[in-house]
C-alpha cells in the first residue's frame, strides 16, 4: 500500500508540474526534484538556496519573501505562500515562481521547510501586459472629450470617466458606481432613459445621435448629444449598455428661443456629431460600402478583426475621374485604444483630401494631425500606412508608405511587391511632427491589379512557429492572377489558413484589391 501511496504521490506530482523542494535549516542545505532544475534551466547543483542566500531573490520581492519565512519559523504561520522572482546564476534572466511551503518538526521544534514551487512567469508577464493596456485605455478614455459610461442590465453605473462624474456633481468617477440615472435626475430623464436602455437590450439596436433632456433637481434642465449601445462581453453575453454624450444644452436652449438661429443651431449640431463620430466609428468600425465609378475598374476587400474592435482600416477614395486613391492603415495595438486612434485617423482623411493626389503630402497631412492628438493626450501610439494614387492622366501609380509593407503589383502572369527605391519607407504616423516621406512610381501600363494589406495576413505561423511571411504572399497573388477580383481575395485568405492548419490569425487582416 505505502509502494501505491508513492506512486500516486508521484504521478500527482508529474501531472501538477510543480518541483518539490525540501530544505533542512539545521544543514543548511536544500534539495530540489528534478523538475525544479528544469524551471532554472540548469543543472540541480547549480541551483542556489534562494532561502539563505538573497541575491538569488530579486531586490523588489527580497523583503515579502524573508519576511514570510520568518513567520514561518517563528510559528506566526502555518503555511509559507510567496510569489517571488529568483534566478539560478547571472547568466539567467528573472524568473516568477510560486513558492508553497510548510514547516518540517522534531520534537516540537522547526529543522526546516518542505514544499512546492512552480514557475508562473507566463502568468506574471500577461498579469504586467493587461496592466499596461488597461492604463493606455484609461488614458485615451479620460483625454476624450465626451461623456463616456458603461451600465450593467439593471442600467446602473459600471465604470464612467471624469467627465461624465463631473457632468453629474461628483468628484471621482467611483462615486457614481452603483447608481442609476433616478439617483441623479429628474424621473422625466430618468425613466425615458431606462427605458430606452431596456429597448436596446431587447433588440439590440443602438439609440444614435439623440438629443435628451436631463432633469435635474434644484437646478435648470439640461440636453446631451446622446448615442447608446447594447454591451455584450468577449464571449457574446450581453452585460447592458454603454453610451456616450456631450453637453448641447445652449444649442438647445438657442433653437427654443431664437428661431432665426436654427442654421447656426444645425451648423453647431454637426460639429457635435462629428465629435460623436469619433465613439461611434471605434464601435461599429464603418467600412467603405460603395466603390468609385472609375472606368471598367473593380475594387473588393476582406476585413477580418480579431475582437470587435480593430485598429486596421481603408479607404478608396474618389478623386476624380482619372484619379483614384487606395489607402490602408494598421494602428498598434488591440482594442478600444486602437480603434479611437483609427476613428480619428478616419477624421483626418477627411479633412486631408484637398491633399489626396498627393501621396507624400497626404502621409504628412494624416502624421501632423495624429501627432497633435497624441500629444495632447499624453499617449505614446503609431500607426502604418500606405497610399496608392492611380493616375490615368500620367499614365501612373504614385504611392508613398508610413512605415507600412509595399503592396503587390500583378501583371495577369506573375506578381510582385510595388519597389520602396530611394528613401524606402518613411516613419510610422504619430511617431514625428515634421515628419516627410518620398513618393515612388510605377508605369500603370501592363497593371492588371493592385493589393493593399496590413501585416496580420503574413506573420501568421504555421503550428512550427513558421511564419508566412511576404514573399509567399507574392506568390499566391501569382497564383491568382488569372482569377477575377473577388476570387483572387478568397484565395489569398485561403492559402493563408490552409497555412496555419486551422490556427486562425493573431492580429487584425485587412485586404483591398483593386482590379484595373
Known sequence: MAANAMERLELALEASNEGIWDWDIETATLDFTERVGDFFECASEDIPNFFENEEFVHEDDREEFFAAIADVRAGKSEILAAEPRLRSSDKYGWKW?????????????????????????????????????????????????????????????????????????????????????????????????????????????????????????????????????????RRGELMGTFGVSSDVSELVRTQRSLAEMATELKKRNEDYEEEMALAREIQHGLLPTEAPNFGDARFGHRYLPISGLAGDFFEVLELDEKHVGLLICDVMGHGVRSALVASLLRGLVSQAMNLAHQPDEFLAALNSGLVTFLQKAGVTMFATAFYIVVDKVEGKIRYASAGHPAGIMSDGNGASLLPLGGRGKGPGLGLLPDATYGVESVPLEGVKSLLLFTDGIYEVENPEGEAFLQNRLVRTVTKASGDDLEEMLDTILSEVKSFTEGEGFDDDVCLLGMML
Open 97 to 233: 515562481f510560486r513558492v508553497r511551503g510548510v514547516p518540517v518538526k522534531y520534537e516540537g521544534e522547526i529543522t526546516g521547510l518542505a514544499g512546492s514551487l512552480i514557475n508562473i512567469s507566463m502568468r506574471k508577464e500577461a498579469e504586467q501586459a493587461l496592466l499596461e493596456e488597461q492604463h493606455l485605455t484609461q488614458t485615451l478614455v479620460e483625454n476624450v472629450p465626451l461623456q463616456i459610461y458603461f451600465k450593467d442590465r439593471k442600467s446602473c453605473f459600471t465604470m464612467v470617466n471624469s467627465p461624465m462624474a463631473r457632468w453629474t456633481g461628483f468628484e471621482k468617477p467611483m462615486d457614481l458606481i452603483g447608481k442609476s440615472d433616478a439617483d441623479l435626475f429628474g424621473n422625466e430623464h430618468s425613466q425615458q432613459a431606462l427605458e430606452d436602455e431596456q429597448r436596446i437590450m431587447a433588440t439590440g439596436e443602438a439609440l444614435e445621435s439623440v438629443i435628451e433632456k436631463e432633469t435635474w433637481s434644484g437646478q435648470d434642465d439640461t440636453w446631451v448629444l446622446t448615442t447608446k449601445m447594447p454591451y455584450w462581453n
